[in-house]
């Protein structure tokens, strides 16, 4: 018997939430649930999308823990998850990631942080949602799993399907294309991969 | 996903293209010892990895959280739904469909075992017939099995549900029903976590001697359809009642035993060892 008190990992919670312990399942939820808004926010690119895409991606890894094998970390399970529900969910609702102004944020004030911040900060945030908005999902979720959840090639390429030398090709082409961006210029670059999906 | 570039390709060494991947996969640590030693050779290209490393810290800068309001619901949404069956919501609409699910599997059991006692008894009594003097007697027995077999409402497993109350034999349908007693003697009600063995053992006392309707106010969850741990064996005792739990954050699995002193809990550990046997 584990002794009470001590912190259990990710594998004894799932254990757990496996066996219908739902403090288990909220313990685990509340450990991943900044990273997995994180995803959802920079591929959705605006607050509301990213709540709706967010509470769906919490639903999948709920639903998906008794496929859960074990055989991969479970955050890799857990990010894989997440991102997949957080793409069907854009893909659902059919329309383009909007940039959200700031006196037009239709996540109705619901993110916190409502200390004013720095026009600089600000700026930084709406042109990093601004430019990876304009990657096709091919080329952001790549981006978004390698630069945020700072996970290797090989780990990206398994959570989205695809082999790890399309993985880093995808990336090169999607970070000169924000690097363009970025950088002040709107001129596509003819690699820009928006123009080749 | 496809990918939209087409086929796989490595461009060629200078085009663009490849430098483009060749500082990214440098600046992730992904690059080939050649291609780093490339890099740092070429003092344009590690000025074009400093230039790309803004990029991705703008990428990887922070993320404002929702409000705790948010996050609190969304997490209370996704713990909820891990208690309800998969589809589409949870409930009592749900766990009433259980129930009549359950009851339909049990009425379908009875049927195939009045069939089977049936079958028997069709092979059995030409057989029965030849066996001369003492024939007579046994075509009675088997006479006297199928009406038995035929009587029963359900027929008892050696895993019954906690509301299965038969207490017959298994008899003739034991073996045309294997499949479908596997599937109801499969019921295991999970009851959540206790911090010690006593709020366990009454926990199982409390839900083993609820009525029907309260079964409501237990945890059942999609995740377990089958016991943790294979019931204990030999056992001359017949199982009531399968349940899973948390003991102090670790998985146990609960048997009700009935003998003819009364009912007691088994509790088996994570590795399936009996750990605590409590009267009820």
Known sequence: VVGRGSPRDDRELVAAARAGDRPAVDELLRRHYDRIYAICRRLAGNDADALDATQEALLAVVRGLPRFDGRAAFTTWCYRVATNACLDELRRRARRPRLALPDDDDGGGLVAGGEPPLAEAVSTRLDVDAALAALPEDFRAPIVLRDLCQLDYAEIAEILGIPPGTVRSRIARGRAALRVTLGGNPTPTPDRPTTRS | ?280
């Open chain 2, 1 to 280: 996903m496809s990918d939209p570039s087409g086929p796989r390709h490595r461009p060629p060494a200078g085009d663009p293209e490849s430098v483009d991947e060749l500082i990214s996969a440098y600046l992730d640590g992904e690059a080939t010892a050649d291609e780093v030693a490339r890099v740092d050779a070429d003092p344009a290209l590690l000025a074009r990895v400093t230039e790309l490393r803004t990029v991705v810290s703008a990428v990887a800068g922070p993320v404002d959280p929702p409000t705790a309001e948010v996050r609190e619901a969304h997490i209370a949404a996704a713990v909820a739904a891990a208690g309800a069956p998969a589809e589409p919501t949870g409930g009592p609409a749900d766990l009433a469909e259980a129930r009549a699910e359950r009851d339909r599997r049990r009425r379908r059991l009875a049927a195939l075992s009045v069939a089977a006692a049936v079958l028997v008894a069709v092979l059995a009594v030409p057989l029965l017939a030849r066996l001369g003097d003492d024939g007579d007697t046994e075509t009675a027995a088997v006479e006297d099995r199928e009406s038995s077999a035929a009587d029963e409402s359900a027929p008892t497993t050696t895993l019954a549900g906690p509301s299965s109350g038969s207490d017959a034999d298994t008899g003739a349908g034991g073996a045309v029903g294997e499949g479908l007693e596997d599937d109801l003697a499969l019921t295991v009600v999970v009851l959540g976590t206790f911090d010690d063995e006593d709020a366990l053992v009454g926990a199982v006392a409390r839900a083993h001697g609820a009525p029907p309707d309260a079964e409501a106010a237990q945890t059942t969850s999609p995740f377990v359809t089958e016991p943790r741990c294979p019931p204990p064996q030999p056992s001359d005792a017949e199982i009531t009642g399968v349940y899973e739990a948390n003991l102090a954050g670790a998985p146990v699995t609960v048997y009700v035993l009935r003998t003819d002193t009364g009912e007691s809990a088994l509790v088996l550990d994570a590795t399936c060892d009996p750990m605590l046997q409590s009267d009820l």
